[in-house]
């Protein structure tokens, strides 16, 4: 054959279907600019998860026991015990709803207060639920109760369970959460419970510090 009779073939325009699904390489900086977004996203993701801008994040510091005091209740025939939750959250959040569980007692109600310059018993001006709670403040709760027994074995009594919501409306969306209490309401141990029962009981309830005995001599059941 000689060089004139060589001919190139034409081009026939085809092209494999593959290279529709595979786009072209991006340029280095395209790459470089996704990646910085991506990592930025979810580093913003993982810091306003855990410091409570998309979710409540109530986990410092404790809530719970804290010389709890017990009294007679507004509910007739109950006592009231109180505890605290504190939010160590930079955001305000509120308590949607309160549930509590007592060993050897019904639980009648569960209230929000603020605690009073000075106690008393029963608490004054309880709240509803939701309850609003401010970053870096604390609620008490007042659980009224009524006994189902009188004696206790004298360990930890008392487990609150919480949910929650981060208050005020956001243009990102925000999540609610479960969160119990770290401390039981009362913990073991003596001097664990202080009492606030009318002054005529005084005497009669001195060295009490067992809640379920405490309620029983409160409303006469002992």
């Known amino acids: ?12 325009g085809f092209s494999d279907p593959i290279d529709l699904l595979v786009p072209r390489p991006r340029p280095w900086w395209f ?16 810091y306003g998860w855990q410091f409570g801008l998309l979710r409540p994040a109530p986990d410092c510091c404790g809530s719970g026991d804290s010389m709890p005091q017990l009294g007679l ?14 939010n160590s959250s930079p955001r305000a959040i509120t308590i949607d709803s309160a549930e509590v569980s007592l060993d050897g007692a019904s639980v009648v109600d569960v ?18 639920f939701p309850y609003r709670v401010e970053a870096h403040s604390s609620v008490w709760l007042a659980i009224s109760f009524v006994p189902e027994r009188c004696d206790g ?47 005529a009981l005084d005497d009669a309830l001195q060295g009490i510090d067992r809640p379920l005995e405490g309620a029983c001599a409160l409303l006469g059941r002992n």
């Open 73 to 86: 209740s507004h509910q007739d025939g109950a006592a009231t015990v109180v505890t605290y939750f504190f």
């Open 153 to 199: 074995d004298g360990g930890d009594w008392g487990s609150v369970t919480l949910d929650l919501a981060v208050a005020d409306g956001h243009w990102y969306p925000t999540f609610g959460r479960t969160y119990s209490l770290v401390d039981p309401i009362v913990g073991a141990g003596p001097g664990r419970l202080g009492m606030l029962p009318p002054a």
């Open 111 to 128: 209230a929000p207060f603020v605690e009073p310059g000075a106690w008393q018993m029963p608490p004054q001006e309880l709240a509803p």
């Open 1 to 12: 054959m000689t060089a004139t009779d060589a001919s190139v073939a034409p081009d026939s």
């Open 31 to 46: 790459r470089l600019v996704v990646a910085t977004i991506a990592i930025c996203g979810v580093g913003l993701i993982g």
